[in-house]
């Protein structure tokens, strides 16, 4: 597969795993909406540095961008599996959970 179509395909599958929209995606990342959807609509790859903002909008790493197959490398199974729970969370479950920890910790 080449590089654009790479790029442009994991974005979709991204937003469609964390239920983001592009109006979202755009918000979350501080690119024009009709930056991305241009970069979308026609295939082109982005910059590094308009991808870490995409990355940043997805609440990914860019290094977690390009790993295959969602892999968390050097994790536990029982790790890899609350990494997995946390990226399907939106925003306000990130929050929730973020608190109830927070609460046990300090017990």
């Known amino acids: 597969m080449q590089a654009e179509n790479y790029i442009i395909a994991k974005i ?3 937003c469609k795993k964390k ?3 592009r109006y979202r995606l755009a918000q979350k990342s501080g690119i024009a909406q009709s930056s991305i959807s241009t970069l979308l609509n026609r295939k082109s790859v982005p ?3 308009t991808l870490e903002k995409i990355c940043d909008g997805l609440d990914i790493t860019l290094a977690q961008f390009f790993t ?3 892999e968390y490398p050097d994790l536990t199974s029982d790790q890899k ?3 997995s729970d946390w990226d399907a969370m939106d925003d306000h479950q990130k929050e929730l959970v973020k608190a109830y920890i927070q609460g046990i910790i300090r017990k």
């Open 12 to 14: 979709e599958q991204l």
């Open 19 to 21: 239920k983001i929209s």
């Open 81 to 83: 599996q609350l990494l």
């Open 68 to 70: 295959e197959d969602e």
């Open 47 to 49: 910059t590094i540095q």
